[in-house]
T-cell receptor, first 105, second 113 residues
Framework: AQRVTQPEKLLSVFKGAPVELKCNYS??????LFWYVQYSRQRLQLLLR??SRESIKGFTADLNKGETSFHLKKPFAQEEDSAMYYC???????FGKGTTLSVSS | DTAVSQTPKYLVTQMGNDKSIKCEQN?????MYWYKQDSKKFLKIMFS???????INETVPNRFSPKSPDKAHLNLHINSLELGDSAVYFC????????????FGPGTRLLVL
């Protein structure tokens, strides 16, 4: 069964601080993972997917098979990064419970 | 042009009523979904349709009935609304049921009084 776990419900950081949103997965087969973001009262949208290995809005995520993790990172948080972040497996029917990122100045 | 649209955006209704939420996508996708996002922001799959056929039906009360008249539409009809149905309902679509990127609608905020 595919499952993702986001252990933090809320992450509060100051502007300019590094950010790491945790996601751990349990997967049968080859994992493919996504991060989705939901800004306040807006629709969910894809932030990035591990297969493309790209950086979006300064965020990156590396798949670590040894630790079964796909943590989302950004070196310097901005206030506009405040949002709800969901980790999801490729068959994105089971989203993680989400982590609210709050960036304050 | 909006890729995935939902109507209405807000829906306030009394307990016991029947209501429908409509969803349309113009992306040419084969697969559409309905999700429920509760007050704790948990996102849970309700239904998934591929080429107008139901492929996923999670543990959802049978008061909820999805209808897909064509590949571009997936509507959600809810009978006998209950207080616990209050949530944000998101429609989404993807190019296949194999787990490609999902594109979400703006959500419908349902409040049952």
């Amino acid at each position: 069964a595919q499952r993702v776990t986001q252990p933090e419900k809320l992450l509060s950081v100051f502007k300019g601080a590094p950010v790491e949103l945790k996601c751990n997965y349990s997967y049968s087969g080859s994992p493919e993972l996504f991060w989705y973001v939901q800004y306040s009262r807006q629709r969910l949208q894809l932030l990035l997917r591990h297969i493309s290995r790209e950086s979006i809005k300064g965020f990156t995520a590396d798949l670590n098979k040894g630790e079964t993790s796909f943590h989302l990172k950004k070196p310097f948080a901005q206030e506009e990064d405040s949002a709800m972040y969901y980790c999801a497996p490729r068959i994105a029917l089971i989203f993680g419970k989400g982590t609210t990122l709050s960036v304050s100045s | 042009d909006t890729a995935v649209s939902q109507t209405p955006k807000y829906l306030v209704t009394q307990m016991g009523n029947d209501k429908s939420i409509k969803c349309e996508q113009n992306l040419g996708h084969d697969t559409m979904y309905w999700y429920k996002q509760d007050s704790k922001k948990f996102l849970k799959i309700m239904f998934s349709y591929n080429n107008k056929e139901l492929i996923i039906n999670e543990t959802v009360p049978n008061r909820f009935s999805p209808k897909s008249p064509d590949k571009a539409h997936l509507n959600l009809h809810i009978n006998s609304l209950e207080l616990g149905d209050s949530a944000v309902y998101f429609c989404a679509s993807s190019s296949s049921s194999g787990g490609e990127t999902q594109y979400f609608g703006p959500g419908t905020r349902l409040l049952v009084l």
